[in-house]
């Protein structure tokens, strides 16, 4: 297994301005990371320029993640919010190509929130409709979409590794993977080992999060990691793994109030970072 080891932006700064992009990636490569993935929320002030220069200064690669909002939904009805949200995708998948990435996930098929109520059948089609249009313009950069499918209370599209297999079959593209995360897992699967042995067998198991139960540090929740890396093993999975945490220390705009970061879960990110390394590597270099 060749893994790609990854770390989440947002496990060291809320923003993205040059100074805090250069501490950022400073930091992801001395704590022995590959990758460090992107939270362009809000692509049209995000300076791919600048962050294709500070990639290639410290030796890393990119992908990049977010989550569309009520006004950007792609999954409402409304042909005016479609229409935002897929220029909005447009942009973040422009940014991954003029970083030198070749991934972007996340929760790109629907707002990122509590919805009142179930799917539309017309929703579900406008966010189908939409992965495939995406993915189509991603191909032509050699760019994969990770599907991340996520706990009940911040989507209504995708809940689980058979929903989200269901929802690729659809959609129909060769590019369009499964993005499992550990953290919505660990509320919505059954079983890890099943969850990500169907993924592979579906020949869509393409991106990994690893995220504790609390969003904390790993190891400290309930996860169950010996099954999880296990399974990772026996399917030979040689994708990128990206730690992901989230603490009111760091606080985005946006997204720490989306993903309800109320508390600090740490305060000491270096070593957060460093101690979650070891962790993953710890479980899946066997």
């Known amino acids: 297994m060749s893994i790609t080891y990854g770390v989440h932006a947002l496990v060291w700064t809320g923003g993205w301005s040059e100074r805090e992009a250069r501490a950022a990636l400073e930091a992801t490569a001395e704590a022995g990371y590959d990758l460090v993935e992107l939270a362009p929320i809000d692509p049209s002030g995000f300076d791919a320029a600048m962050t294709a220069r500070l990639l290639a200064e410290h030796g890393l690669r990119a992908s990049a993640s977010l989550g569309l909002d009520e006004s950007t939904d792609v999954s ?29 996930c996340g929760v790109i098929y629907s707002k990122l929130g509590k919805y009142a109520g179930p799917a539309t059948e017309r929703g579900r089609e406008n966010s189908r409709e939409t992965i495939a249009r995406l993915a189509d313009e991603a191909a032509a950069s050699g760019i994969v979409l990770g599907i991340e499918f996520c706990n009940r209370y911040e989507t209504n599209i995708v809940n689980t590794v058979a929903e989200t297999l269901d929802y690729i079959a659809a959609v129909d593209r060769p590019n369009v993977v499964v993005h499992v995360d550990t953290y919505h897992m660990n509320i919505e699967e059954r079983s890890f080992r099943e969850a990500v042995h169907a993924a592979a067998a579906a020949g869509r198991l393409g991106y990994v999060h690893v995220g504790e139960s609390h969003r904390g540090a790993l190891g400290t929740g309930t996860v169950p990691w010996e099954e999880f890396f296990t399974a990772l093993r026996d399917v030979g999975y040689d994708g990128t793994v990206t730690f992901e945490s989230f603490s009111s220390r760091v606080v985005h705009p946006t997204l720490s109030n989306s993903l309800a970061i109320w508390r600090d879960l ?19 270099e066997r």
Not at 79 to 94: F, K, M, T
Not at 266 to 284: E, P, Q, T
């Open 76 to 104: 409402s009805e409304d042909p005016e919010v479609v229409a935002r949200g897929r220029e909005r995708l447009g942009q973040a998948l422009r940014i991954v190509r003029d970083v030198g990435g070749d991934t972007l």
């Open 266 to 284: 740490w305060s000491d990110n270096r070593a957060l970072a460093r101690d979650a390394l070891a962790f993953v590597k710890a479980g899946l």
